[in-house]
């Protein structure tokens, strides 16, 4: 009797071995390629929070205001496609106190700053072209990296125009989503200068003066998706001042808040949106190339085995014809 393989067991063992070689593929090339900062976003966060603000009409520092600052960041699809591996995204950050909101015009706002963050759309690293505006550094602004670690990340603080160095502090949650915990805080430091009449700084002697403009940052905290390093929960307590010229001291105090946090709805679209980025990245890079893995070696086993066992077939031998007499 001989063996040959059928059909079927043949097909088990091809299967197998294409599982056991996409496994690898789908963690170390196709999920790679999956963690990517989008090119098409449009969202928008919103900071709440009190402290004081400076007033014009009345020329001096009101106390206890509601602030609310809003942040809406858009893709520029074109421009990204363009640069072949950037994420061009138009940054506006408004700032305004209840008096100005709703604002039928954001320049109507407390402060209104418009911006441009170009960075590598697998890296998250900044990327100087497309119109940049500031030339932004660090590792991170607006989001992490993906993958975070537990250490010191460099975060673009955009009022500062500098990076500012934000230090791991463990593990938090959000609306019961868990997430990595950064803090850092800002010292006092000169970041430019605005013309304002001379006696808003104590000289009023002076029509206009070219005051320097002065920024700290009481404390920043940010709670970070691991995976896709979106940032669940930020927490910010800016302070903007004006001295006179040279001067040793603040002598106008434009924004002061010891806490300015994200609105209870910002967290929960964070939260879902991490856990839907994140559900898919560990699905590719970790769901699937185990469960490929795992069956693939199932299938090699029984197909192998098939293959060994064989199905037995008769043997069947020919004599040879007498030799015909006469």
Avoid at 56 to 83: K, N
Avoid at 252 to 260: N, Q
Wanted: proline share 6%; charged share 25%; net charge positive.
């Amino acid at each position: 009797m001989r063996r040959t393989a059928s059909p079927f067991s043949l097909v088990t063992l091809g299967v197998g071995t294409f599982l056991l070689v996409l496994a690898p593929l789908l963690a170390w090339y196709v999920e790679p390629r999956a963690a990517v900062n989008p090119i098409d976003i449009d969202t928008t966060a919103v900071y709440t929070g009190t402290g004081s603000v400076f007033d014009l009409e009345d020329v001096r520092t009101v106390p206890g205001q509601r602030i609310t600052i809003t942040q809406r960041v858009r893709g520029d699809v074109t421009d990204s496609e363009r640069s072949g591996r950037a994420a061009v995204w138009d940054v506006t950050t408004s700032v305004d106190t209840d008096t100005s909101l709703p604002a039928a015009d954001p320049h109507d706002a407390l402060d209104f700053t418009p911006h441009r963050w170009v960075s590598d759309r697998r890296t998250n690293r900044p990327v100087h072209c497309c119109g940049e505006k500031p030339h932004i550094q660090g590792e991170a602004y607006l989001k992490f990296p993906f993958d975070v670690q537990k250490r010191d990340y460099r975060w673009w603080d955009n009022t500062l125009g500098a990076t500012v160095t934000l230090h791991y502090r463990g593990e938090k949650k959000v609306r019961g989503y868990e997430g990595y915990r950064f803090t850092g805080s800002v010292p006092a430091t000169r970041n430019g200068t605005r013309l304002v009449p001379g006696a808003i700084v104590d000289e009023p002697n002076r029509p206009q003066v070219v005051a320097e403009e002065w920024y700290s940052n009481h404390g920043i905290e940010l709670v970070v998706d691991q995976a896709t390093g979106r940032v669940l929960y930020a927490q910010t307590g800016p302070r903007q001042t004006l001295r006179a010229p040279g001067g040793k001291k603040d002598a106008a105090v434009l924004l002061d808040s010891r806490k300015i946090a994200f609105t209870a709805g910002t967290q929960k679209f964070a939260v879902e949106q991490a856990m839907k980025d994140g559900g898919q990245l560990r699905l590719v890079g970790r769901t699937l190339p185990v469960g490929a893995a795992v069956l693939g070696f199932a299938l090699v086993v029984v197909g192998a085995a098939l293959v060994v066992r064989g199905r037995p077939h008769p043997e069947t031998s020919e004599s040879p014809q007498g030799a015909l007499t006469m």
